[in-house]
């Protein structure tokens, strides 16, 4: 990304987007029933009377469907986006941690310096080398704070192009994409309310001056531009941090370190609601709340490390929730947090209402891009102001009560117990990405990566998985997302094809053409508005919360009764009890691992893939074999690897490519 100033203004074209189009009635119940016929399976009675009611919904449904347009003219932006803020995000009570936040790692920087090694460094032929671990070393790294300040001056940088509307309009063949998102990276947070929950980005904390900087849950405030509004060098913020370094370093041995507070932010809504109500009762509480509100964005310095060194499987555990102790050193509720560990390994928290991943992700790759050739050399000092004296203020929580302190504890141990339930691996396919499907199987990669998933799952668990992915909405104002059912009867057929011994080569690619172009097309529906389960959600909205519209026949009791079955519908709930949970991201070298919780414990994935070139990046979560009941990160991983090698030589056999023809890798 190289913005110019001959750019037009990142939103200069906001007012010629389309508004998110309300689908036709028959449109989404027929795509609807198309769509359950492989969750159903052999259930053909189920499947019967899923139809059947869907048929009786669709007599009575036009005048949710009127009071939904009606509805739709009535808002600012979108008919969905008030809705999906608080359904899908601000009234999720559960915890943040693992459940909605994501986690991203970055690459290495080759030339850290004064890193930590482990006492018993694992060795590759360990049983734990893959998996790596997070050890603690109670202290802190020069390279870590040095390159904390690389990122948060390139994050800087990003952020003022946002805030000029310096960021390159993103654009489809179809036109220009929203916007909108950009502006919710920085200076937003999520404050706790008991129910649901609240966003706040305002001028205060647009303007802000200052990032929260998190060290063994103390929380410091820091200017990162000067009174004048001038950015401070990199020398001036490395003081900054060394000086909160030092402060929490002697807090600890005199032991002075504050309540724990953070942990609240990880760990179930209501119970962070109820300790901040009384936080924000006393008035040095509430200043330390409303800092923390009118912050940037955060960054967490951690005294844990890597064993072994690089490991991209432990640096990912640390970014999910902190790898010794889970849920601390962190502010959930902040959009943007960067986090360091002791050897400088970075990596990102999202928290994932304001905007979709993908928007943070384009930031993060260029913040990455950014700071890698900007080399840290041990011995060379930083530019910075001459008598410099850092001027860190200390946010405290004071006075805090027994109630608050009960409820501390109560919170570490609803996190740990998530943090133990939940194993994330990031698996990399090295034999070949995107440049091998697109020539040798000749096909989208985002399908063939969508199918692998699903021959994946049914080999390892023996049955069909629903599943979700996403699409983006963004050709609309103020667009988010729509699921992608990725299970089609199509899909069902290619995984069955591939399991039957019968089936020769051809046969299995024939199937596997199919299922995606069927994929394609329900990926072009759904980005273009014509999805099915958005719609589906408004239309449960319009019956319970919009009123009749005025001569609107009312809704009889047994029509009452036909809507409330389609809606609690077993074939619906299951079609919507999404075993995979996916997501893809564009080819990202500088992100090394991402990923998000899976949305169902019992035999569910998280999977979010970055397909590049020459190779794939699975970020994969799911439940341990307990916990899930049957998931099996440790079987996932050979399977997925297994079915993707299996495909190259069914593709390769079906196109008559010669084995060891690497001209169309």
């Known amino acids: ?152 001056q390139k994050a800087l940088d990003y952020k003022e192009m946002v805030q000029e509307g310096r960021i390159p309009i993103a654009r489809t063949k179809n036109g220009p994409l929203c916007m909108s998102q950009y502006r919710a990276m920085f200076g937003m947070t999520r404050i706790p309310r008991m129910g649901c929950d609240e966003l706040r980005q305002d001028e205060a904390t647009m303007s802000s001056r200052a990032i929260i900087v998190i060290a063994e849950d103390q929380i410091y405030s820091v200017q990162v531009y000067d009174d004048a509004g001038r950015r401070k060098p990199d020398g001036d913020l490395e003081a900054e941090l060394q000086a909160v370094v030092a402060d929490v370093l002697e807090r600890r041995r005199l032991g002075e370190l504050d309540p724990a507070v953070t942990v609240l932010t990880a760990g179930h809504r209501d119970r962070w609601s109820t300790a901040f109500e009384r936080l924000e009762k006393q008035p040095a509480n509430q200043a330390t709340l409303i800092a923390i509100q009118e912050s940037l964005f955060a960054v967490s310095l951690d005294t844990t490390y890597s064993n072994p060194p690089g490991s991209i499987n432990a640096n990912q555990q640390n970014m999910k929730c902190h790898g010794t102790r889970p849920g601390h050193n962190r502010w959930y509720d902040t959009c943007t947090t960067f986090i360091f560990d002791r050897n400088g390994a970075a990596g990102y928290l999202g928290e994932h209402s304001p905007c979709d991943a993908l928007i943070p992700a384009y930031m993060l790759e260029h913040v990455a891009q950014s700071v890698a050739p900007e080399h840290i050399e041990q011995g060379v000092a930083s530019a910075r102001t001459r008598d410099y004296q850092p001027r860190v203020k200390r946010l405290r929580f004071t006075d805090v009560d027994a109630t608050v302190l009960a409820l501390i504890l109560e919170a570490e141990k609803e996190v740990t117990q998530t943090a133990k339930d939940s194993v994330s691996r990031q698996i990399r396919f090295e034999n070949y990405g995107s440049d ?212 190259k030589i069914v593709c390769e056999q079906a196109n008559n490519i010669p084995v060891g023809d690497l001209s169309r890798l």
């Not at 009452?560 to 997501?583: G, H, R």
């Open 1 to 152: 990304m190289n913005p110019t100033t001959d750019e037009p203004h990142m939103m200069s074209e906001q007012s010629k987007l389309p508004r998110l189009p309300i689908p036709p009635l028959k449109q989404t119940i027929d795509k609807y029933l198309e769509s359950i016929v492989p969750v159903a399976g052999d259930d053909i009675a189920a499947l019967a009377e899923t139809n059947q009611r869907a048929a009786h919904f669709a007599k009575v449904a036009d005048r949710l469907q009127q009071r939904l347009i009606s509805y739709e003219q009535t808002q600012p932006n979108s008919w969905l986006e008030k809705w999906w803020f608080e359904l899908a995000y601000l009234t999720w009570r559960e915890s943040l941690c693992i459940n909605s936040n994501y986690w991203i790692a970055f690459a290495d920087d080759p030339n850290a310096y004064g890193l930590h090694a482990a006492p018993k460094p694992l060795l590759p032929y360990s049983p734990e080398y893959k998996v790596g671990q997070v050890l603690d070393r109670n202290s802190y790294g020069e390279f870590q704070v040095r390159r904390a300040v690389k990122f948060i």
């Open 436 to 647: 091998w499907i697109k020539r040798a199987a000749k096909m989208s990669p985002d399908a063939f990566a969508q199918l692998t998933l699903q021959l994946t799952y049914y080999r390892l668990h023996g049955t069909l998985a629903s599943v979700y992915e996403t699409a983006s909405t963004r050709m609309f104002l103020h667009g988010r997302t729509e699921t992608v059912r990725s299970l089609t009867s199509e899909s069902a057929d290619f995984v069955r094809t591939m399991c039957d011994a019968a089936s020769s080569s051809v046969d299995k690619y024939e199937a596997l053409v199919r299922a995606a172009k069927k994929h394609q097309k329900l990926l072009v529906d759904a980005s273009s508005g014509n999805g099915i389960d958005r719609h589906i959600l408004g239309l449960r909205m319009a019956y319970h919360r919009l009123d009749a519209l005025p001569g609107e026949k009312p809704i009889t009791v047994e029509e009452q009764k036909v809507i409330e079955d389609f809606f609690n519908d077993p074939i619906l709930a299951k079609s919507t009890t999404f075993q995979l949970s996916t997501s893809g991201l564009f080819p990202a070298y500088y992100l090394a691992h991402t990923g998000f919780g899976s949305a169902v414990a019992e035999r569910g994935y998280g999977i979010n893939y970055i397909i590049e070139p020459k190779r794939i990046k699975f970020g994969t979560e799911s439940k341990t074999l307990e916990a899930g009941k049957g998931s099996n990160m440790a079987v996932f991983e050979p399977t997925l690897r297994q079915s993707l090698l299996e495909l």
